[in-house]
Nanobody, 115 residues
């Protein structure tokens, strides 16, 4: 089991930026993949971005060109840089780790995009 702690959420105006962080309790190179998901009120949780152990990234169509996932192995941390934020990006954002098919989740961090 991996413990994950997210941070960096908050209130931002449309067009603004935020960077989310997810600190893992073990080296991220022991994880098969890490990802960011989000869940808006009344909606299902959806994949936002993922990164494999080899560094391959994948993005939801809605965030391509605006969001970027990255990692810092020295800090056991995965980031989600979010630019050009839109009200539709408002959601609770969750960090996820996959180890041999077993998923671990963080507690989530709220992102609100509003003027």
């Amino acid at each position: 089991q991996v413990q994950l702690v997210e941070s960096g959420g908050g209130l931002v105006q449309p067009g603004g930026s935020l960077r989310l962080s997810c600190v893992a309790s073990r080296t991220i190179f022991s994880l098969d993949a890490m990802a960011w998901y989000r869940q808006a009120p009344g909606e299902q949780r959806e994949l936002v971005a993922s990164m494999s152990l080899g560094g391959r990234t994948n993005y939801a169509d809605a965030v391509k060109g605006r969001f970027a996932i990255s990692r810092d192995s020295a800090k056991n941390t995965v980031y989600l840089q979010m630019n050009s934020l839109e009200p539709e990006d408002t959601a609770v954002y969750y960090c996820n780790a996959n180890v041999l098919g077993r998923l671990s989740w963080g507690q989530g961090t709220q992102v609100t995009v509003s003027s």
